[in-house]
């Protein structure tokens, strides 16, 4: 999967992930706090209640009777509250540990726990009663602070735990969905490289993604049906007109009594152009880079080159031109040797064609330890940057001013393409370099599901 894929799909799972984190934090910690709260206010709604009944025994039996019902309370074991009266006078009637003297009203304290012998926050209610005296109820908040220990790791626990389940979820959908995306992926890298029965992977759950699959594989089936109608119409053309163009050259050859039997070489010589140009159209049409790739054979590149660049030194003399070459030995390929000779043939017959006399051509293979560099340069006319990248249009001007199409290279390029690899055009300054990049050992690609 291409990297700027990937950095998208991985970057919307962790965008996923914390806009998640964070919203379960958020509610976490409202819960919590909304809990604490009514757990304090509760509390606060036990002291007023208690303090109320203390106020009611004061009133009904005075001081006894409040310190009756305060000893009636403390007897039942309610640890809870504690309980300071102090008379009129300042005296203490009843104590607790080191509570000092509070002022009327709600406050918050630390005191010290004699039966814990440990210091504890406590909730306190001051109230002046009738007769003078003051009384404090102290409430022990540790359950408040041993709920927000207990709460608060629960809490931390179950959101890491979502957050595991999360990240879990999304990251399982961020490979499904890279994996679907990969597929799309390499069936289109597939086609691009000449592997046109290769389609999208449909999976048996008929999802949105086997929809979309199911879609452009129907489109691929459209088009490979066109381009195959393409290719019979342009061969049943190609066909028909060769026939006659074949028909006409032999005429030709054979002279007639209006000339006397006197050839008109140039005419024959045009129409084994035009038969040379149909068979390029045709072999063209052949290349299949699936076929290529599964009948591949290893041959000896180096010794190819070689061979077929001294074959055409002396049609380089013939012409006025000269050929030298630099092979680099023991280079080997994998692919269709005869399709690889045609690729050489077809770069230098178009080197030789299409430059003055007196021109220089070069040969050059080298190789980087996976692909070999195939370059055919010379010093001739060469093609402006335009034509070099429009290569399928490309047209070549001859030394006697005409132009003729580049089907050579069309079918080079065909070739190349068809062995996984790629012809680029140069400007050599001055003249055409050709460079072809061809994989030592090619991919045989299979269905993709």
């Not at 509250?81 to 102090?86: A, D, E, S």
């Not at 052949?286 to 076929?291: P, Q, R, V, Y």
């Not at 430059?355 to 220089?360: L, N, Q, W």
């Amino acid at each position: 999967m291409p990297e700027p894929a990937r950095r998208t799909v991985l970057r919307t799972v962790i965008l996923y992930i914390a806009i998640f984190g964070i919203t379960s934090l958020a509610l976490g910690e409202g819960a919590f706090l909304y809990a604490r709260h009514e757990l304090a206010h509760r509390l606060d709604l036990r002291i007023a209640e208690r303090m109320d009944r203390l106020g009611q025994a004061q009133a009904a039996g005075g001081q006894p009777g409040l310190l009756r019902a305060i000893d009636s309370f403390t007897d039942r074991g309610a640890r809870t509250f504690g309980y300071v009266l102090t008379d009129a006078h300042g005296l203490r009637l009843r104590s607790l540990g080191d509570v000092p003297r509070l002022p009327s009203g709600w406050s918050v304290m630390q005191f010290k726990d004699e039966d814990e012998g440990v210091t504890d926050p406590a909730r306190t209610f001051t109230r002046r009663l009738s007769d003078g005296s003051t009384l404090t109820i102290v409430a022990d908040r540790d359950y408040i602070e041993q709920y927000d220990t207990v709460t608060t790791g629960f809490l931390f626990a179950a959101i890491a735990l979502l957050f595991l389940v999360a990240a879990a979820g999304a990251l399982s959908l961020e490979r499904k969905v890279r994996s679907r995306i990969e597929g799309l992926n390499q069936t289109a890298r597939a086609i691009f490289e000449g592997d046109l029965d290769q389609r999208v992977p449909v999976s048996p759950a008929h999802d949105e993604f086997d929809a979309i699959a199911g879609t452009v594989n129907a489109m691929l089936d459209r088009l490979n049906g066109m381009l195959q109608e393409v290719r019979r119409v342009s061969t049943y053309i190609a066909h028909d007109l060769r026939a006659p163009i074949v028909r006409l050259r032999d005429h030709l050859q054979r002279g007639s009594l209006a000339n006397r039997g006197v050839i008109d070489m140039e005419a024959v010589e045009r129409c084994e152009d035009i038969v040379r140009l149909f068979g390029v159209i045709l072999r063209i049409g052949e290349i299949d880079g699936a076929m290529i790739a599964s009948t591949a054979t290893e041959f000896d590149l180096s010794e190819l080159v070689a061979e077929l660049s001294d074959a055409h030194v002396a049609v380089a003399e013939d012409l006025g031109r000269s050929l030298t070459h630099a092979i680099a030995r023991d280079i080997s390929m994998s692919g269709d040797r005869d399709l690889i000779a045609q690729l050489l043939i077809n770069l230098i017959d178009n080197a030789l064609r299409h430059t003055h006399a007196g021109a220089h051509v070069a040969v050059a293979l080298t190789t980087d330890g996976s692909h070999a560099c195939l370059t055919v340069a010379d010093d001739g006319p060469g093609l402006p940057e335009q034509q070099r990248r429009q290569l399928g249009a490309a047209r070549r001007r001859d030394g006697d001013g005409t132009t003729r199409e580049g089907v050579g290279l069309k079918l080079a390029q065909a070739i190349a393409a068809g062995h996984q690899g790629r012809l680029v055009l140069h400007d050599n300054q001055p003249g055409l370099r050709v460079e072809v990049s061809l994989p030592l050992h090619l991919v045989r690609r299979g269905g993709t599901g």
